[in-house]
């Protein structure tokens, strides 16, 4: 997991757990400062391959009693080992469309999804689809974080993630650049399936848990498309949701590749 600081100028992040470490030593570009170990975690076999990739990129690690870790990651359940890592490098929206440019691209946009839960559960379906980025608002939504990062599963080291301060304008520079804008709204007459999404760079708009997406932002949509339900129950979780479009995503395109 990662445990970003509030302040954005700070220059290292918190990050914890044997798993999102090791895939943070695998994976990641960014650069460790130190790993902190249990003093009774020497026998984990996890423990021993983040050591052993540690050795590898040249990172020092120490063994320290269970207070120090509890006091760099306060209620957090570090499973023995805290890494300091360089903060997550969000990339610039320009950048992203420019190296992403000749052939068919996609993006998800969450607008002001409040649940670090849904914002990792999210993540980790969009690197599982194959979608290359993902556009976080600076304000109103989460951005990345401990739980962000645990519920990802590490996901965040294999896509960009964008931040913007204005999700209109991101809108509006990726339609001046050939992608199809699309919003999951509940209230919508075509079916999420009636889209095809193999041939055309598309924009995916996931709303907040409880009010959904922006006036503003469904106004952009070229396309507004509905989860069809059997009963009259309340609309699905959004990561759930987000997971169904973008695997019609992924059937659509699978199907298209084997014709």
């Known amino acids: 997991m990662i445990l970003n600081r509030e302040d954005a100028m700070t220059e290292t ?6 798993n999102s470490i090791i895939e943070a030593l695998e994976k990641s570009e960014r650069e460790f400062n130190k790993i902190y170990i249990s003093n009774n975690s020497r026998a984990d076999v996890k423990i021993e391959q983040i050591k052993e990739l540690a050795h590898k990129r040249g990172v020092i690690f120490q063994f320290v009693a269970k ?6 990651a306060p209620e957090a359940n570090h499973q023995g080992v805290v890494a300091q890592i360089a903060p997550i490098k969000y990339v610039d929206l320009d950048d992203f469309i420019e190296a992403n440019k000749g052939s068919n691209s996609s993006v998800v946009i969450l607008d002001g999804v409040e649940d670090s839960h849904n914002v ?15 556009i976080l608002p600076s304000r109103r939504g989460v951005l990345i974080n401990s739980t962000v990062e645990k519920t990802s599963a590490g996901a965040t080291n294999h896509i960009s993630i964008i931040k913007t301060n204005s999700l209109v304008n991101a809108i509006q520079r990726l339609k001046e650049n050939d992608y199809w804008v699309i919003a999951s709204d509940h209230h919508a007459e075509q079916n999420h399936y009636e ?13 907040a848990e409880h009010s959904g997406i922006s006036k503003s932002l469904l106004k952009m949509a070229d396309f507004r498309v509905k989860i069809p339900m059997l009963t009259n129950f309340n609309s699905l979780n959004v990561s759930n949701a987000a997971a169904i479009i973008l695997f019609e995503y992924v059937t659509q395109k699978s199907k298209k590749s084997k014709k």
Do not use: H, P, Q
Request: aromatic letters at 8%.
């Open 195 to 207: 889209v095809d999404y193999t041939d055309m760079n598309f924009a995916l708009i996931m709303g």
């Open 13 to 18: 992040s918190i990050i914890y757990g044997k």
């Open 120 to 134: 990792g559960a999210i993540i980790r379906t969009c690197v599982c689809a194959g979608i290359k980025g993902i």
């Open 67 to 72: 207070e120090k870790l509890n006091a760099l």
